[in-house]
């Protein structure tokens, strides 16, 4: 199994900043992906943090909004850059310890509320 | 393009009953079906499947996978209020997930 930590696990934002959130990972894994979860709805990935090299963004996620760092096999961040009310959301990452077909380990989440 | 969806969207039973939760898909490359309850913010791990026909069982819970009719059932027998939760599937190559199933059990 593997731990992940995350933080902040709750901030209050004003309309136009940013703010970045990190995963912290006690063991080396493979994949690190990273979900965003609007209220009353299920999780949309947002995008696959690739370790030493750009993420892979879904459709209708851009890196200018989300920027995604990966500098090694145990840590990843997200910004949420020039946020707007819209933006208010659960955001979670998660991490898969092997090759494809193993289980999804969760960060404890972040919620987010812009004003 | 991929999707998972879940059904039902959300249901409300009395303890002691017993539920089924559907989830079917249609993803290329398909390498496996996980299932997760979701009471506050993180998911928690119940089950991963990846071959048909062949039933995962933990407790109370269980679940199968239907690789030929692509869809997967969540079963949860003698529900007690500690099951209410959301109940969401999600299908690996890209881990997608569905749109969840809300349980609600009522004492």
């Known amino acids: 199994s593997a731990v992940i930590s995350q933080k902040p696990s709750r901030d209050i934002c004003q309309r136009g900043t940013s703010l970045t959130i990190q995963c912290q990972v006690d063991s080396q894994v493979t994949m690190m992906f990273w979900y965003r979860q609007q209220p009353g709805q299920s999780l949309t990935l947002i995008a696959t943090?690739?370790?030493?090299?750009?993420?892979?963004?879904e459709s209708g996620f851009v890196i200018d909004k989300f920027p995604i760092s990966r500098p090694n096999l145990t840590f990843s961040t997200l910004t949420v850059s020039n946020m707007s009310p819209e933006d208010s959301s659960i955001y979670l990452c998660?991490?898969?310890?092997?090759?494809?077909?193993?289980?999804?380990?969760f960060g404890s989440g972040t919620q987010l509320s812009v004003l | 393009e991929d999707k998972v969806v879940q059904s039902p969207l959300s249901l409300v039973v009395h303890e002691g009953d017993t539920v089924t939760l559907n989830c079917s898909y249609e993803?290329?490359?398909?390498?496996?079906l996980l299932w997760y309850k979701q009471e506050k913010k993180a998911p928690t791990f119940l089950f991963m499947l990846t071959s048909s026909g062949i039933e995962k069982k933990s407790g109370r819970l269980s679940s199968i996978l239907d690789k030929k009719e692509l869809f997967s059932i969540l079963n949860i027998t003698a529900t007690q209020t500690g099951d209410s939760a959301v109940y969401l599937c999600?299908?690996?190559?890209?881990?997608?997930f569905g749109a969840g199933t809300r349980l609600t059990v009522k004492p």
């Open positions: 993803v290329t490359n398909f390498r496996s």
């Open positions: 999600a299908v690996e190559r890209d881990m997608r």
């Open positions: 943090a690739n370790q030493g090299s750009e993420a892979t963004y």
């Open positions: 998660s991490a898969m310890k092997g090759a494809r077909g193993e289980k999804l380990f």
